[in-house]
């Protein structure tokens, strides 16, 4: 799921909760980001909220008579402006918002008030207990000082939230969550003392940064700390992940783990678009950001240089679009779409319809861009591009990113 965000945001060049709960619903029933290629565990919260949501999608295709094709294809703002995005029921206070949340911090640390609020969003929509939402603020807060440069100390310092009333709009939290944050994880014994893995967002939020308090400097204790606290193993070492990863970095991953992560070269290239496209936000937007595709020519020879025109729909349909000239390598290879380590291009998609790019994307990681690595992209950023069969041929290709 938190490819799914990650993969909204980026395509989205912004904060989209329709948007994200499509890609969620695309990963429940398609498998969609799912390095097996099918949901093989979702939470009970998740799925009821998921199918609340398909439930909404229906009423609204009734009353504007929209095809089931279309509707998790729709950009028309007046038909969405009423649709209620939070599908939660009430009291749903589960660890599965907490655990998909760093690509929000990510893509919005620049601007850590917006960071902070969309963190809560972003869980509400489907966990809707004020417990759930407090707790993605907070660990969203976290994560954007981490990727600030503040040091562990600060982080954990217990007059964090104080500090950074700002980042929170002045909004207190809930005080099973201020209680963390005032430090009742800060217990040497763990799991002996009473901290507990498990899938209530208090004690999920609580285990996890325990293992960040205690974990001596070291993502691998920090990771090992969190699973052998037994329960709900996989989402607290998720957790407690997002914020050690922010403040370590990714070299501090053990290179071992790293080597055994499916399509890890297509999350290393998906984690550069976000900063990318993060860098390039700024909430005085207020129009809908353009809808992006880019077009190939393929190679006249093997080897040779492609030439990617990127054309952007800055004002609708009837006006012109800007074009920009970018160069990227072309593989001299098949794509493996096993690993996620080169793109494939999708048949032309019309341009002149009211759809938004909302379209399955898998990111081409391309050669130049190594994991780790703090370049800045310039004109060369990644390229998007549909889980398709390779093309044949010197055809022209269109894709919708």
Known sequence: ???????????RRDYDPYDQLVRYKWWYRDGYMSSTGKCF???????QSLMEFERR??????KYKISPEELDFLADAERLKGFDVNCSEEGVAGNGALMRLAPVPLFFYRYPSNAVKYSGDSGEITHGDPKAIDACRYYGALIVAAVNGATKTELLDVNFYDEHKGWFDNKPLHQDIEKIARGSYKKKGGYDKGIRGKGYVVDALEAALWAFWSDEDSFKTGVLAAINLGDDTDTTAAIYGQLAGAHYGYKKIPEAWVDQVYAKDFIACLSKWLVYEGKRWSPKQQAALPIPHVIVEPPTDTGSESYIREETNSDGPATSRKKQEQRIKSPTKAPDTQSGSTATFEQPIDLTSTSRGRSRTFTEACDTLKPGSTEQYGTDRPVSAERKNAPSGSARKVLLL
């Open 1 to 11: 799921m938190a490819l799914c965000l990650a993969n909204s945001l980026v395509v």
């Open 41 to 47: 565990d979702i939470g009970a919260a998740t799925r």
């Open 57 to 62: 999608q229906k009423e609204l295709a009734k």
